[in-house]
């Protein structure tokens, strides 16, 4: 591994691990497993009107997926689901040398070296995963509280 990959913005933000810890009762909740290394993120989520109201994280994973736990810890609260789609979106054109993610999500930027390692990028993409797939299990995705019913 290189230690490129390991800057002290990427370790302050594992260490910080905003956002650490489980929800009680959460609206959706979804665990992302990463078989090739183990790495491991349970999103939780509270979402009022269609926007996460709260959301917490137990990764047990590398500094990498950690510190993607950090930032979705720190700046999804008051974000939908469609801003989670737009932020993988932009994780996918930096890992292709095209931009960075935009505010709130921009210390994203920090992770943009695991572009060069394609089962890093899986590490970095896991918490954003788990946190779609636990806005996918919720009952109230939509404002109004109409879940994904298809």
Do not use: W
Request: aromatic share 6%.
């Amino acid at each position: 591994m290189s230690d490129a990959l390991y800057t002290k913005d990427v370790l302050r933000l594992a260490a910080e691990a905003a956002g650490a810890g489980r929800l009680s009762a959460p609206d959706g909740s979804y665990s992302a497993h990463n078989p090739a290394c183990g790495d491991r993120s349970t999103i939780d989520m509270r979402i009022v009107d269609g926007r996460v109201a709260a959301m917490a994280h137990d990764t047990k994973a590398c500094v990498l997926a950690q510190a993607s736990a950090s930032i979705l810890g720190a700046a999804l609260p008051g974000h939908t689901y469609d801003d989670l789609v737009k932020l993988k979106v932009e994780m996918t054109d930096m890992f292709e040398g095209r931009g960075q993610p935009s505010s709130p999500f921009g210390a994203y930027a920090v992770l943009r070296d695991a572009a060069h390692y394609a089962n890093r990028r899986k590490c970095v993409l896991l918490p954003i995963e788990a946190a779609l797939k636990a806005f996918e299990n919720s009952d109230t995705r939509e404002p109004g509280g109409q879940g994904s019913q298809g």
